[in-house]
C-alpha cells in the first residue's frame, strides 16, 4: 500500500490541477486494495473463502432442469437374466385350514435380484517348476510366468490394487496397505507399494506417450498448469486434454520451457483453449481461445472495485452470447445468425470502449522512461480490447467451449492428491504420477477400466 499522508489545505489550495489529478490516482491505487478479492471475483480458489464465504446463488427457474443431460450416457442397475445364484422361497407350514404346503406345485409370482460382493479372500498359487533330462546332456525347465519371483511374490490384481487405490483414489500408502490386510489378510509393505508404482509407470510409458501424440493431432484441446510441492520446492504441474485423453507433467517452471518439454504445444496446430498466462501465446502456429469463466469473475471484480456498469454489460453480454449459442445449436443451427453475432460484436465493443473512457490508459510524463503502471481495471479493458478474437472464439468457431473447464477439472484430482499427502518426496514419485494419472483420467474418458490397465500393465 502507497504510504500517503493527509495534506494541509494551503498544500492542496497551492496544487495544479494535475497534481490534483495524480494524487486522486494514487487515492483510487489504495482504494483498489480495499476490495477483497474471493472466488467470486478473482481466480482464487473457493478453499480461500474460508468462513466468510456466502450463500450459493440461486438458480434461475429451469437453469439447470431435472434429468439427464443431453449427450451423456446414463447408467442404471440393468437385470440380468443368468444370476449366478438362484434362490427359491416357497411357502412353509401349512394352510389355516389344516393343509400342509410344503410339496405342493406353486406358481412364480415375484422375482427380485440382489448385487452383492463377493467375500475377499486371498488366493495363494503355488507353482512347481520341472526339469527334464534329455537324452543328449542338456537339461530342460519349465518357465515360471512374469512376475512369480523366488520363494514368495503379489500377483498382478494385488499389485493393480494397491496402485489404483494410492494413484487413482489418492488413498495413503500405510493406510493402502491397512486397507489390503484387513479385506485379504495379506499387508505389503509400503516400499513394496512404492515399488509397483513406480513399476507400473513405466510399463505404461508407451500408452502415456500414445495419450501425447494424441493430443497433438487433436482439433481442440484445452491446456492448464498449478502448482505442487516436489522435494519441499514449488514444482510445476501442466495438463493437456481433450475429450478423448489427458496428459500430465511436471517441471520446475511454470513458463515456456516446461510447455517446450512437455511436448504438446510446440507442434499443436489445432484450437488452444487456456487462461491469459502470457507463454501460452509464445506458440503462434496453433489458434488461441480464452476461458471466459476467468473474465467474468474480473469483470465482476472491477464491478465491485469501480461502481460502473460497463463491467456488468459485459458480463451479462458474455453470458448472452453462451445462450445463444447453445440455443442455436439445440435448434439444430451450424452458426449465429449473422444479425445476432454482429448485434453481439458491436455491443461488446461498445461497452469496452465505455470502460475505457472511464479508466484511460495512464501516458508516461515527458522524460519518464520504462511502462505507467495501470489501474486493474484498465489491464482488463485492454486485453478485452486486444485479444477480443479469442476470447469469443466461441461464438464463430462451436468446437471451443466457453470456459477452460475441461482442463481445470484434470486439475482438480491432483490437489486432493497433494492434500493427502502434502507434496511429492522426489521428482521420480511426481513423474510417476502423472504418468499414472494420465492413463487413469485416459480410461475414465474412454470408459474402460483402469484397474485392469494396471492389472495388464503388470502381466497379468
Known amino acids: 500500500m502507497l504510504n500517503l499522508k493527509r495534506p494541509p489545505q494551503v498544500e492542496l489550495d497551492g496544487m495544479s490541477h494535475a497534481e490534483k489529478d495524480a494524487l486522486i490516482l494514487k487515492l483510487f491505487d489504495v482504494l483498489e486494495g480495499k476490495v477483497e478479492k474471493t472466488s467470486r471475483n478473482s481466480n482464487q480458489p473457493p478453499s480461500t473463502d474460508g468462513l466468510k464465504k456466502g450463500a450459493a446463488k440461486p438458480r434461475e427457474k429451469g437453469q439447470k432442469p431435472v434429468g439427464g443431460v443431453p449427450g451423456h450416457r446414463g447408467a442404471t442397475v440393468a437385470w440380468t437374466e443368468l444370476p449366478d445364484h438362484v434362490v427359491e422361497l416357497r411357502p412353509q407350514g401349512q394352510c389355516g385350514c389344516g393343509q400342509c404346503l410344503e410339496g405342493q406345485e406353486g406358481k412364480l409370482k415375484e422375482r427380485r ?24 546332456g542338456r537339461v530342460h525347465c519349465g518357465e515360471f510366468p512374469a512376475g512369480v519371483t523366488p520363494y514368495i511374490s503379489y500377483g498382478p490384481r494385488l499389485k493393480a490394487y494397491a496402485v489404483g487405490l494410492v494413484e487413482g483414489h489418492f488413498v495413503a500408502l500405510e493406510r493402502t496397505c491397512e486397507i489390503i490386510g484387513d479385506q485379504y489378510g495379506v499387508t505389503p509393505s509400503d516400499s513394496a507399494v512404492q515399488t509397483w508404482i513406480v513399476k507400473a509407470s513405466q510399463q505404461l510409458e508407451s500408452v502415456h506417450e500414445a495419450n501425447r501424440q494424441a493430443i497433438v493431432g487433436a482439433e481442440v484441446a484445452h491446456f492448464d498448469e498449478s502448482g505442487m510441492r516436489v522435494g519441499g520446492k514449488l514444482r510445476w504441474l501442466h495438463v493437456a486434454t481433450t475429450d478423448q485423453a489427458v496428459y500430465y507433467t511436471v517441471h520446475p517452471q511454470r513458463g515456456r520451457p516446461a510447455m517446450e518439454d512437455a511436448g504438446i504445444l510446440p507442434f499443436f496446430q489445432g484450437q488452444a483453449v487456456h487462461d491469459h498466462w ?40 458474455l453470458v448472452e452470447g453462451q445462450q445463444a449459442v447453445e440455443k442455436a445449436r439445440l435448434d439444430g443451427h451450424t452458426a449465429l445468425a449473422p444479425v445476432v453475432l454482429s448485434d453481439l460484436l458491436a455491443r461488446y465493443d461498445q461497452q469496452v470502449a465505455i470502460g475505457l473512457a472511464a479508466c484511460p490508459i495512464r501516458t508516461p510524463k515527458p522524460g519518464d522512461k520504462g511502462r505507467v503502471k495501470q ?58 504420477f502423472c504418468v499414472l494419472r494420465s492413463i487413469w483420467e485416459t480410461d475414465k474418458l474412454k470408459g474402460v477400466n483402469p484397474f485392469e490397465t494396471l492389472r495388464l500393465a503388470f502381466g497379468g
Open 375 to 432: 489501474s486493474t481495471p484498465t489491464n482488463l479493458l485492454v486485453r478485452l480490447r486486444d485479444h477480443k478474437d479469442q476470447l469469443l472464439r466461441f461464438l464463430t468457431d462451436w468446437r471451443v467451449p466457453f470456459d477452460n473447464n475441461r482442463a481445470e477439472r484434470a486439475v482438480r484430482p491432483v490437489k486432493v492428491k497433494l492434500k493427502v499427502i502434502g507434496g511429492f518426496r522426489a521428482m521420480g514419485g511426481s513423474q510417476a
Open 113 to 136: 435380484q440382489q448385487i452383492e460382493m463377493p467375500k475377499p479372500q486371498a488366493e495363494i498359487t503355488e507353482y512347481h517348476q520341472y526339469s527334464v533330462d534329455c537324452a543328449c
Open 278 to 317: 502470457k507463454s501460452y501465446f509464445a506458440f503462434d502456429q496453433c489458434s488461441h481461445a480464452l476461458c471466459n469463466a476467468h473474465y467474468l469473475r474480473e469483470l465482476q471484480y472491477c464491478a465491485d472495485l469501480t461502481g460502473h456498469l460497463w463491467p456488468t454489460a459485459l458480463n451479462r453480454l
